[in-house]
């Protein structure tokens, strides 16, 4: 099996060099003999993701999905997520509790200064 130099590149390039995607990818080529198409390859690691995303929400609770999609989002202000996270539950968040959330996701390497630091991971959350 042999494929072009351009597609592993556009792998390295879709999955930003995490090693955890790449290993995917590489495993999902290789059982397949070739060339997938990236379209697929990204869609079963935001699957992926997603399934890890839920398995933390059953854990944590459903407020950690909130947050998470808030940021996917793109509300990258403290203000604002409190703001926004408030509206949904219909009621008020300690500060406490969005504080302990943030930095639970920091903590897992989720999300930092309100950014997701996996763009994989990002897609996902837009999904819960």
């Given at each position: 099996?042999?494929?072009?130099?351009?597609?592993?590149?556009?792998?390295?390039?879709?999955?930003?060099?995490?090693?955890g995607w790449l290993t995917l990818a590489g495993s999902i080529v290789v059982s397949r003999g070739g060339e997938v198409k990236l379209d697929e390859l990204k869609s079963q690691a935001i699957e992926i993701?997603?399934?890890?995303?839920?398995?933390?929400?059953?854990?944590?609770?459903?407020?950690?999905?909130?947050?998470?999609?808030?940021?996917?989002?793109?509300?990258?202000?403290?203000?604002?997520?409190?703001?926004?996270?408030?509206?949904?539950?219909?009621?008020?968040?300690?500060?406490?509790?969005?504080?302990?959330?943030?930095?639970?996701?920091?903590?897992?390497?989720?999300?930092?200064?309100?950014?997701?630091?996996?763009?994989?991971?990002?897609?996902?959350?837009?999904?819960?």
């Open positions: 099996m042999v494929v072009s130099t351009d597609y592993i590149e556009s792998i390295v390039e879709l999955f930003d060099g995490i090693p993701a997603r399934k890890e995303l839920r398995e933390l929400i059953n854990v944590r609770g459903r407020r950690y999905a909130l947050v998470l999609k808030l940021i996917a989002q793109g509300i990258n202000r403290w203000s604002e997520l409190k703001s926004k996270l408030e509206e949904l539950e219909g009621r008020t968040v300690p500060k406490s509790a969005l504080h302990n959330i943030l930095e639970s996701l920091r903590k897992l390497s989720i999300v930092e200064n309100y950014e997701f630091l996996d763009q994989v991971y990002k897609e996902a959350a837009k999904t819960l």
